[in-house]
């Protein structure tokens, strides 16, 4: 399996950014995803995930009601939009899928909330 992140960028507080993962190696549609974050020093978090239909999502607390996870499956694709940023939200953003009884891991998009 193969993920590769996108989208993150350097954004002002209250700012909007979507992220992207495509996916391959795996059939995509069979499995279930998440979004992850890491920021400096602190260890690797739990942000969003979404069933392999879509039909089901779940947030951490900090993002509730300003992330949005969503999937496109014809596009082997799994997007986070996020909205109302905050420093906080500075972290490097992860996809991740288990397959195949392993996690696997994109290299992560930067994602810097300042002014």
């Known amino acids: 399996a193969q993920l590769v992140e996108s989208g993150g960028d350097l954004v002002q507080p209250g700012g909007s950014l979507r992220l992207s993962c495509a996916a391959s190696?795996?059939?995509?549609?069979?499995?279930?995803m998440r979004w992850y974050r890491q920021a400096p020093g602190k260890e690797r978090e739990f942000v969003a995930f979404?069933?392999?239909?879509?039909?089901?999502?779940n947030y951490a607390d900090s993002v509730k009601g300003r992330f949005a996870i969503s999937r496109d499956n014809a596009k082997n694709t799994v997007y986070l939009q996020m909205n109302a940023l905050k420093p906080e939200d500075t972290a490097v953003y992860y996809c991740?899928?288990?397959?195949?009884?392993?996690?696997?891991w994109g290299q992560g998009t930067q994602v810097t909330v300042s002014s």
């Open positions: 979404i069933t392999d239909t879509g039909g089901s999502t």
């Open positions: 190696g795996f059939t995509f549609s069979r499995y279930h």
């Open positions: 991740n899928v288990y397959f195949d009884s392993r996690h696997y």
